[in-house]
């Protein structure tokens, strides 16, 4: 059974950062790719930011140049540095990923608000 631990959410004024990390419970390498994804209250969950094994990377274009996904292999986490905080960034936020199924974090809040 695989699990992703979430950490890092809280409360945070805008314009201000925060950093998400993902941990997996096995190699990270043995994932097809990894993401973050999020939900607002009234909204569907959206995909904000992903990374394959190649290393390749994407992001929705609302977080583009603020959003950085990256990886550390020997600890298997994924982190998600968001900078540049919005309030419409608000939502929980959730670690998935994928082989020939997917598997999802329990999330974390974040909340920007002045």
């Known amino acids: 059974q695989v699990q992703l631990v979430e950490s890092g959410g809280g409360l945070v004024q805008p314009g201000g950062s925060l950093r998400l990390s993902c941990a997996a419970s096995?190699?990270?390498?043995?994932?097809?790719?990894m993401g973050w994804f999020r939900q607002a209250p009234g909204k569907q969950r959206e995909l904000v930011a992903r990374?394959?094994?190649?290393?390749?990377?994407n992001y929705r274009d609302s977080v583009k140049g603020r959003f950085t996904i990256s990886r550390d292999n020997a600890k298997n986490t994924v982190y998600l540095r968001m900078n540049t905080l919005k309030p419409e960034d608000t939502a929980v936020y959730y670690c998935?990923?994928?082989?020939?199924?997917?598997?999802w974090g329990q999330g974390t809040q974040v909340t920007v608000s002045s």
């Open positions: 998935a990923a994928w082989d020939h199924r997917d598997y």
């Open positions: 096995r190699s990270i390498f043995s994932f097809n790719g």
């Open positions: 990374i394959f094994s190649n290393g390749d990377r």
